[in-house]
C-alpha cells in the first residue's frame, strides 16, 4: 500500500471503528461495569477480531461475500439475533450492591473477538473496505492482508479505548443503583437500535 492508500484507509478505519454500533456500545457498558484496566482485555478482543476479520476479506474471502450477497444476509440476521440477545443481557444485568458484592460478569478478550463475526457492522465495514480500499497490484496477497488489517487496528485500538474511558468515567456518576439500572437499559436500547439501524 502506498502512503496515499493507507492514510485514506486509516481515516475510513478511524470513522467506522469510532462511530455508534454493537463493539462501542459493548466497550461502554464493559467499561461501566468493570472499570478501565478490566474492561482492556474486551477492547483488546474487539479490536482483534476486526482485525482478524479484515485479514481475512482481504486475503479473499471479502470478495466470496461480495459475490454472494447472501452469504452477507444471512449472517446479519443470525447476527441480529445474537445482538438483541446481548442487549437484553445488558439491559437487564445486574447493579452493583455495595461494598463486597461480587464482581459482574463481563465479555472479555475471546469473547469480543468472536463477536466480531456475527456483528453484521463489522461485515458490513469488512466488505466495504476491500471493495473500495484494497490494492490490486500488491506482490503478496498475504502481505496485503496483513497490512490491510494492521492499518484497521491502529485505528481501532484507540477508537474503542475512547468508549472503554466513556463507560469507565460514568462509574462515578452512576454509584446508586437506580442510575446504574437506567444505564444499562439505556445501553441495551442503544444496542438494540443499532441492530435495526444496520438492518434497514
Known amino acids: 500500500m502506498t502512503p496515499e492508500q493507507i492514510a485514506a484507509f486509516f481515516i475510513f478505519a478511524l470513522v467506522a471503528a469510532i462511530t455508534p454500533g454493537p463493539s462501542n456500545v459493548l466497550l461502554t457498558a464493559t467499561g461501566m461495569q468493570a472499570g478501565l484496566l478490566r474492561g482492556l482485555p474486551c477492547l ?3 479490536s482483534a477480531g476486526m482485525g482478524a476479520m ?3 476479506a482481504a486475503y479473499g474471502f471479502g470478495a466470496l461475500v461480495l459475490q454472494h450477497p447472501q452469504i452477507l444476509q444471512v449472517v446479519r440476521w443470525l447476527g441480529a439475533a445474537f445482538l438483541l440477545w446481548l442487549a437484553w443481557k445488558i439491559a437487564s444485568a445486574p447493579v452493583g450492591g455495595g461494598q463486597g458484592a461480587e464482581a459482574p460478569r463481563t465479555t472479555g478478550f ?5 463477536l466480531q463475526w456475527v456483528n453484521p457492522k463489522a461485515w458490513l465495514v469488512s466488505a466495504g473496505a476491500v471493495a473500495t480500499y484494497l490494492p490490486g497490484d500488491a506482490d503478496s496477497a498475504l502481505l496485503r492482508a496483513a497490512a490491510f488489517a494492521l492499518v484497521f487496528v491502529s485505528a481501532a485500538l484507540p477508537s474503542g479505548f475512547v468508549w472503554l474511558v466513556f463507560g469507565a468515567a460514568a462509574q462515578r ?3 446508586a443503583p437506580r442510575r446504574q439500572r437506567g444505564f444499562n437499559l439505556a445501553m441495551g436500547l442503544a444496542l438494540a437500535a443499532s441492530v435495526v439501524m444496520i438492518l434497514r
Do not use: Q
Open 110 to 114: 475471546f469473547g469480543a473477538a468472536l
Open 54 to 56: 479484515m485479514f481475512l
Open 44 to 46: 483488546f478482543g474487539v
Open 173 to 175: 456518576f452512576l454509584r
